[in-house]
């Protein structure tokens, strides 16, 4: 459970419901042959795994058939978005004239729904109580901008709107971890392969850093902000990641942990982590 600095669970609607999609993530993006995937995959080809009702033929075996990547990945409710409302519910095999058009809209929508859902949790913050009026102009901008046809969703410049929200975001990240002493103790945000369990992370600045492989066994990381910070295959287990702030359910999905890593209550336990 999260603490009362925050609800216990983000807006729904900007979390990935496979159910509703029309297999986006599996046929729009591109992948290559390495650690994360198996075979080369080009924009636009579906997935050979993905079968005729959108679902994945080996989704609860992912892992075990290379496809490591895919585990990773969080569309942040932008596939149902685009597939339901956006092209209301008509599929790209159903109208194939527009398949290309979709495809080039969905990772467009991603990124507005990734802005939304930091926006939703600020939004949750009380410690940034003084900013939740410019937080719902923000999420109500960028909300209209979802709501756009294809063609005007195809011409937004997506890289200008997450500058200006970054700004606000930067902030809510100020607020929260503003009372613990260890807030902007790290000059480097490079964590590579470091063992930091004997690291006191509480509060800490870690936007960005780069915490590939690190050890993070047991450590306490509450009320940290971790947006944008680079978990693959970060070692997590055991530690206490409640109250972190903007930390994703794909960063947790790219971290190893275990039965006995606290996390925040709207990021799931992934499927694919050991007892």
Known sequence: MMSNSAHKQINNTLLSDCSQCFGLCCV???????????????????????????????????????????TVYECFGAGQKVSQFTYEGVSWRDQPETAEEMFAVFPIMQQLHE???YLDEALLRKEAKSLHQELQQAYEEIKGCTLLP????LK??????????????????????????????????????????KQDLRGANLRGALMIAA????????????????LRDTNISRADLRDTIFLTQA?????????????????????????
């Open 150 to 153: 294809p063609s005007a969703l």
């Open 115 to 117: 802005i939304l859902y």
């Open 215 to 230: 050890d993070l066994r047991g450590v306490n990381l509450r009320s940290a902000e971790l947006l944008g910070a680079d």
């Open 156 to 197: 937004l410049d997506v890289s200008s709107l997450r500058s200006d929200i970054s700004v606000l975001l930067r902030l809510v990240g100020e607020f929260v971890g503003q009372k613990r002493p260890n807030r902007n103790q790290f000059k480097s945000v490079d964590f590579v392969g470091a063992d930091c369990r």
């Open 28 to 70: 729009a993006l591109p992948y290559a042959r390495s650690a994360d995937f198996p075979v080369d995959k080009a924009a636009g080809t579906a997935c050979q795994n993905l079968q005729a009702n959108y679902q994945c033929r080996i989704h609860t075996a992912l892992q075990e058939h290379g496809y490591k990547g895919c």
């Open 251 to 275: 960063q947790v999905n790219a971290a190893r942990g275990n039965s006995k890593t606290k996390l925040p209550g709207h990021v799931q336990r992934p499927k694919h982590w050991p007892e």
